[in-house]
C-alpha cells in the first residue's frame, strides 16, 4: 500500500527557514514525480512544487526563489527546503504522488503544518 509521511512543519518567525520531509513507501520511488501541496486554513488546496522523476523541477510563482524541492531516490524521500518564510505560508503541507499523463495528484501524505507569525 502507498504511504507517504510528511514531517518537520513547526512554528517559525517570519524570514526565518524551515526543511520539510516526506518518506515513502509502497511503490518504485524513483519513477514517480513528487509533488508538495499546501492548504492553508479557510481556503483550498494550492499547489507549491513538484519534482519529476527525473530531474526538472518548477514551483508555483509565491514560492519561486525561496522554496526549494529536493528528492533522494536511495532515501526514497523527498525534501522542502523553505526560506525567507512569510505569514502567507501558513498552511498544512501535504506530500504528494504525481501522474505526469493527466497532472493529478493520485496519492496524499497526513500532511505537517507550517505556522509563521512573529
Known amino acids: 500500500e502507498v504511504q507517504l509521511q510528511a514531517s518537520g512543519g513547526g512554528l517559525v518567525q517570519p524570514g526565518n527557514s524551515l526543511r520539510l520531509s516526506c518518506a515513502a513507501y509502497?511503490?518504485?520511488?524513483?519513477?514517480?514525480?513528487m509533488s508538495w501541496i499546501r492548504q492553508a486554513p479557510g481556503k483550498g488546496p494550492e499547489w507549491v512544487s513538484t519534482i519529476s522523476n527525473y530531474g526538472p523541477t518548477y514551483y508555483a510563482d509565491s514560492v519561486k526563489g525561496r522554496f526549494t524541492i529536493s528528492r533522494d531516490n536511495a532515501k526514497n524521500s523527498m525534501y522542502l527546503q523553505m526560506s525567507s518564510l512569510k505569514p502567507e505560508d501558513t498552511a498544512v503541507y501535504y506530500c504528494t504522488t504525481m501522474v505526469p499523463s493527466n497532472l493529478m495528484f493520485d496519492f496524499w501524505g497526513q500532511g505537517t503544518l507550517v505556522t509563521v507569525s512573529s
Open positions: 509502497g511503490f518504485i520511488f524513483e519513477n514517480k514525480y
